[in-house]
């Protein structure tokens, strides 16, 4: 079902937000610090119902976001339809060795080069979903 | 300048930082509510030193973001070359009548038509920003 210019915002079921979270690879995490928040891009893989990422060991992004609750977004778009998929979790540090196999696949498609790293799993406690007609504004009131 | 696979991580100055921001139409809104955070992507406008953005009056975006701390990022990337930019400010409703003109200029190129609708400007405390070479992963320690 697609969205369009009457019903131009159409809510998206779990699966169907985690099929279009799956097909993506860049997504930006998002924490809290003392109610101050934090966000930062990052290259992920959808892996067995986590969301999986890599980052160096120490970095800002691991400190702020082990243990935490943190909110996940990624989106896409066409010229018809866009879409956002936002995922509320929380992340943890995976064990060395853990989830080899994806590992692999996430550090071959990784933008940033690290030499000294460690897997982060994001555990979903909420998948939600939109998907977006992209058209012209309605007349205001 | 540019990185390279010696140096893939090259930090932006604001200036450049803004730049970039201003050339896109497509971030996230990132705020913290009781120590957990929420994201929204966004169409927004970078205009006169703020980043201004539209939503539907009385929205979740709305009662969470305005006069908050908010961090928001936006990025792009080619073949070879990937950045991103986040801003840390805090976020207010515009007055009726105010930022007219790039105010149009936002609705049209917004994805979501909303009928009532408020204009929000997020003022910058800090503009952050870096460029990344996209390349194979490097040799590991």
Same mark, same amino acid.
């Given at each position: 079902?697609?969205?369009?210019?009457?019903?131009?915002?159409?809510?998206?079921?779990?699966?169907?937000?985690?099929?279009?979270?799956?097909?993506? %690879?860049?997504?930006?995490?998002? #924490?809290? =610090?003392?109610?101050?928040? *934090? !966000?930062? +891009?990052?290259?992920?893989?959808?892996?067995?119902?986590?969301?999986?990422?890599?980052?160096?060991?120490?970095?800002?992004?691991?400190?702020?976001?082990?243990?935490?609750?943190?909110?996940?977004?990624?989106?896409?778009?066409? %010229?018809?339809?866009?879409?956002? #998929?936002? =995922?509320?979790?929380?992340? *943890? !540090?995976? +064990?060395?060795?853990?989830?080899?196999?994806?590992?692999?696949?996430?550090?071959?498609?990784?933008?940033?080069?690290?030499?000294?790293?460690?897997?982060?799993?994001?555990?979903?406690?909420?998948?939600?979903?939109?998907?977006?007609?992209?058209?012209?504004?309605?007349?205001?009131?």
């Amino acid at each position: 079902m697609m969205p369009d210019q009457e019903h131009p915002v159409l809510e998206l079921d779990s699966t169907d937000s985690w099929n279009l979270l799956a097909g993506s %690879e860049l997504g930006r995490i998002a #924490v809290s =610090v003392g109610d101050v928040p *934090e !966000i930062f +891009p990052i290259n992920y893989l959808a892996h067995e119902g986590v969301v999986l990422f890599c980052t160096a060991e120490g970095s800002k992004l691991v400190n702020l976001t082990i243990n935490r609750h943190v909110a996940f977004e990624t989106d896409g778009f066409t %010229e018809d339809f866009a879409w956002s #998929v936002i =995922v509320h979790g929380t992340a *943890e !540090i995976l +064990p060395n060795g853990a989830q080899t196999e994806a590992a692999e696949k996430l550090l071959q498609h990784s933008w940033i080069p690290t030499v000294k790293y460690v897997f982060v799993a994001i555990t979903p406690e909420q998948v939600t979903g939109r998907r977006f007609a992209r058209g012209p504004a309605p007349d205001r009131w």
